[in-house]
């Protein structure tokens, strides 16, 4: 039996697991093999901000919700560029604590966690925006270069 397929197995028989957390894309929140993290079964919906633990292939990511649809929840990395658009089912779990050395924070109920996930968003939200403006007025740029060549 893999690691990987014991994570499903822990979590339907204990509810949870702690583990080390591995990756950069959720920095500067968590660290590559240095925070461990608390996952909780996903027994209800999850919430705007929540971290969830989902598979993708043979992967297991830890990523955060941006947005809750019916069926689905819009996901991005703390770290990362992209969102991705990931099915209900495919969540088993989400973040409910982490150790940051010898300290517990719990994410449900830390204030400063809480601040730190609001300015994480503003944050993403004018990337995003100020990405899809770059974007629109070099297209926008390149397509009167192109005319001013014909």
């Not at 949870?16 to 959720?26: D, K, L, Q, R, V």
Request: glycine letters at 6%.
């Amino acid at each position: 039996m893999n690691k990987f397929a014991s994570y499903e197995q822990i979590l339907k028989k204990d509810g949870y697991f702690i583990a080390h957390f591995f990756g950069n894309s959720m920095k500067p929140f968590f660290n590559d093999k240095r925070d461990l993290v608390l996952i909780k079964n996903a027994e209800n919906k999850l919430k705007k901000f929540n971290i969830a633990f989902y598979k993708k292939g043979n992967q297991f990511i830890l990523h955060r919700v941006i947005s809750v649809r019916e069926k689905e929840y819009i996901i991005c990395g703390d770290n990362c560029k992209y969102l991705e658009i990931i099915p209900q089912e495919n969540v088993l779990g989400y973040a409910a604590g982490c150790f940051k050395g010898k300290k517990y924070i719990d994410l449900n109920k830390n204030f400063l966690y809480k601040v730190y996930t609001h300015l994480w968003y503003i944050i993403k939200y004018i990337y995003f925006f100020t990405e899809l403006c770059y974007t629109d007025f070099h297209n926008q740029k390149q397509g009167y270069l192109n005319q001013k060549r014909s």
